[in-house]
């Protein structure tokens, strides 16, 4: 017989895509260990976004980061969950009033990797070959080092674009290390782009929890798995982007390493095709994480000027 919702501890909201379905689960099996549940206890509930329906056209189209988190936390705000669990890098920066982002799990590598049958590397594909992606950050950073390169659209979940991939429907596509780790197909990256050429999207690797600010109960269970660092780095991360208004529609690299008490960030901003870029870094004290990330948002949204984003 079916579990009752209301005999759950705790109840995870979701989207359905593999990828998704591994992070919630990953969270389910923390949340369990860490206060002697079974894991059963807590529901894993699939809640199909806006960003899952719409596959025909680039999300920078369509309304953004947003369409990735829209009926999740409809479905937080009426009380038909407790937490969501989402890919730090699909997050707005600016939440629902009423939501937080209160739990980080420790970030997985935050580095993009090329998927070729055709090279070994960025540099090795063939004049003018075609690489698949929706991301305009990796799109921008593509033609940035190979200006000859064709971008086109490549949307779906990582077992799609892989498959396109290898029907030879595109030359080459770019995907998150983490994701492909979480899902045990690592094997298929063709090679790890360095941070030093390829900055990570803002919270890349990161998977963040969002509850309601006012619940407490819920809140006191995910403080025993948050990762203060991994918090702390996208906190600065996410203050950066926010200075930039940045979303989909923006190519933006930000990312932020603590080592101790000191925290070194590095900050990107991009033409869509590449031609222009500015870059700043930061250090600082830990305890000022947000003001650093604040600080370097400004300087390239000054460097940049007004008309940065909205030229080709």
Do not use: W
């Amino acid at each position: 017989m079916a579990q009752s919702s209301a005999s759950f501890v705790l109840r995870i909201g979701t989207r359905g895509s593999p990828l998704a379905l591994a992070q919630s689960r990953t969270v389910q099996a923390r949340l369990a260990a860490a206060h002697g549940l079974e894991p059963a206890a807590i529901e894993i509930r699939v809640i199909r976004t806006s960003g899952d329906r719409i596959q025909d056209r680039p999300l920078s189209e369509s309304g953004g980061k947003g369409l990735f988190t829209k009926e999740i936390e409809e479905a937080l705000l009426a009380d038909e969950i407790d937490l969501a669990v989402h890919s730090a890098k699909d997050m707005p920066t600016i939440l629902p009033h009423g939501l937080a982002l209160v739990c980080c799990l420790e970030r997985e590598d935050p580095r993009d990797v090329l998927i070729s049958r055709k090279a070994t590397s960025l540099s090795g594909l063939a004049q003018a070959a075609t690489i698949g992606t929706a991301s305009l950050r990796r799109q921008a950073m593509a033609k940035r080092l190979r200006p000859d390169l064709r971008v086109e659209m490549l949307r779906g979940n990582v077992e799609t674009r892989l498959r396109r991939i290898d029907e030879g429907a595109f030359d080459a596509t770019l995907l998150a290390l983490a994701g492909l780790r979480r899902l045990g197909l690592a094997h298929a990256a063709t090679c790890v782009l360095s941070t030093d050429e390829f900055l990570p999207a803002v919270g890349q690797g990161a998977i963040v929890i969002e509850a309601r600010e006012n619940d407490a109960r819920t809140g006191k269970y995910l403080a025993a798995i948050d990762h203060a660092a991994t918090s702390i780095a996208l906190a600065a991360e996410r203050a950066f982007l926010g200075v930039l208004d940045g979303s989909c529609r923006t190519p933006i690299g930000g990312h932020a390493v603590l080592n101790g008490s000191r925290i070194h960030f590095r900050g990107l901003i991009l033409k869509p095709d590449g031609s222009e870029s500015f870059e700043t870094v930061r250090e600082g004290a830990v305890n000022d994480a947000v003001a650093l990330g604040r600080d370097a948002g400004a300087e390239l949204r000054r460097r940049g000027g007004p008309g940065f984003f909205t030229q080709g």
